[in-house]
C-alpha cells in the first residue's frame, strides 16, 4: 500500500485597502405609517444626494432593506396601544477613494440629521485578486514546509502531489460597528486606512517515496 501524507497549509497576505463600503440606515418614528414612509423616503433622498454630491457613483449606492412596523406598548386597563410607527431603510455605499471617505460621511450624517444610523463601516479592495494570490502562494509553501518537516520525520521523502484542494476560510476586514443619532453640523470623522488581511487555506496530498 502506497504510503501518503496530507497537510493543510494556511497563510494570509496584507495590502492597504482602497475601498470604504460604509453602511448606512434611515429610521423614522412618526405618529402615522404613511408619515413614518414618507418621511423616511425623503431622508433617504436626502443621504442619497449628498452622498452624490460627495463624488460617490449611482453603481456605488445600494438600497437594501425596507421596513414598516408598528410600536406597541402595554397600557393599564386598556391593553397594547400603537404608541408609534417606525419604518427604517439601509443603503450599502462603495467609496473608492480613501481620502473622499469622511467628508463622505460627515455630508450623509449631515443630511439624514436625527433620522441617520451608522451600522458599519468596512474597508476592503475593489480588486482582490493579487493580494489573494500572494495569500494562496504562502498557503502553498507553507503545506510544502509542513509536509517536508513530517516526511522526514517519518523517514520518507515528498513524491508527486495527488490531490488539491482550497479549504474554506471565514474571515477579512472587521467592520466598525455603531449607531449615530445626529442633529448638527457633522465634522469629518477620519477614517484611518491601516492594511486589511486576506486569509487563504489549501489541502494537499503528496505520495511518501
Given at each position: 500500500m502506497n504510503r501518503t501524507i496530507t497537510v493543510t497549509g494556511t497563510a494570509s497576505a496584507k495590502a492597504v485597502p482602497d475601498l470604504v463600503t460604509l453602511t448606512l440606515g434611515v429610521e423614522t418614528r412618526r405618529d402615522t405609517a404613511a408619515?413614518?414612509?414618507?418621511?423616511?423616503?425623503?431622508?433617504?433622498?436626502?443621504?442619497?444626494?449628498?452622498?452624490?454630491?460627495?463624488?460617490?457613483?449611482?453603481?456605488d449606492l445600494r438600497t437594501s432593506?425596507?421596513?414598516?412596523?408598528?410600536?406597541?406598548?402595554?397600557?393599564?386597563?386598556?391593553?397594547?396601544?400603537?404608541?408609534?410607527?417606525?419604518?427604517?431603510?439601509?443603503?450599502?455605499?462603495?467609496?473608492?477613494?480613501?481620502?473622499?471617505?469622511?467628508?463622505?460621511?460627515?455630508?450623509?450624517?449631515?443630511?439624514?440629521g436625527d433620522d441617520i444610523r451608522i451600522n458599519g463601516i468596512e474597508q476592503g479592495f475593489t480588486d482582490a485578486s493579487s493580494v489573494i494570490a500572494?495569500?494562496?502562494?504562502?498557503?502553498?509553501?507553507?503545506?510544502?514546509?509542513?509536509?517536508?518537516?513530517?516526511?522526514?520525520?517519518?523517514?520518507?521523502r515528498l513524491g508527486q502531489v495527488i490531490s488539491i484542494s482550497q479549504e474554506p476560510l471565514h474571515g477579512g476586514p472587521i467592520p466598525l460597528g455603531g449607531m449615530v443619532r445626529a442633529s448638527f453640523t457633522a465634522e469629518s470623522m477620519p477614517v484611518e486606512t491601516g492594511e486589511s488581511s486576506v486569509s487563504a487555506s489549501i489541502k494537499v496530498e503528496w505520495e511518501l517515496v
Amino acid at each position: 500500500m502506497n504510503r501518503t501524507i496530507t497537510v493543510t497549509g494556511t497563510a494570509s497576505a496584507k495590502a492597504v485597502p482602497d475601498l470604504v463600503t460604509l453602511t448606512l440606515g434611515v429610521e423614522t418614528r412618526r405618529d402615522t405609517a404613511a408619515k413614518a414612509y414618507d418621511d423616511a423616503g425623503k431622508a433617504a433622498n436626502a443621504v442619497a444626494a449628498s452622498l452624490r454630491a460627495a463624488g460617490v457613483s449611482d453603481v456605488d449606492l445600494r438600497t437594501s432593506g425596507l421596513n414598516l412596523r408598528a410600536d406597541v406598548a402595554w397600557v393599564e386597563g386598556q391593553g397594547q396601544k400603537v404608541t408609534a410607527y417606525v419604518a427604517t431603510t439601509n443603503l450599502q455605499v462603495g467609496i473608492r477613494s480613501q481620502a473622499d471617505a469622511p467628508g463622505a460621511i460627515a455630508a450623509a450624517v449631515e443630511a439624514g440629521g436625527d433620522d441617520i444610523r451608522i451600522n458599519g463601516i468596512e474597508q476592503g479592495f475593489t480588486d482582490a485578486s493579487s493580494v489573494i494570490a500572494q495569500a494562496q502562494e504562502a498557503a502553498w509553501q507553507d503545506a510544502v514546509t509542513r509536509a517536508e518537516q513530517y516526511a522526514s520525520l517519518a523517514s520518507a521523502r515528498l513524491g508527486q502531489v495527488i490531490s488539491i484542494s482550497q479549504e474554506p476560510l471565514h474571515g477579512g476586514p472587521i467592520p466598525l460597528g455603531g449607531m449615530v443619532r445626529a442633529s448638527f453640523t457633522a465634522e469629518s470623522m477620519p477614517v484611518e486606512t491601516g492594511e486589511s488581511s486576506v486569509s487563504a487555506s489549501i489541502k494537499v496530498e503528496w505520495e511518501l517515496v
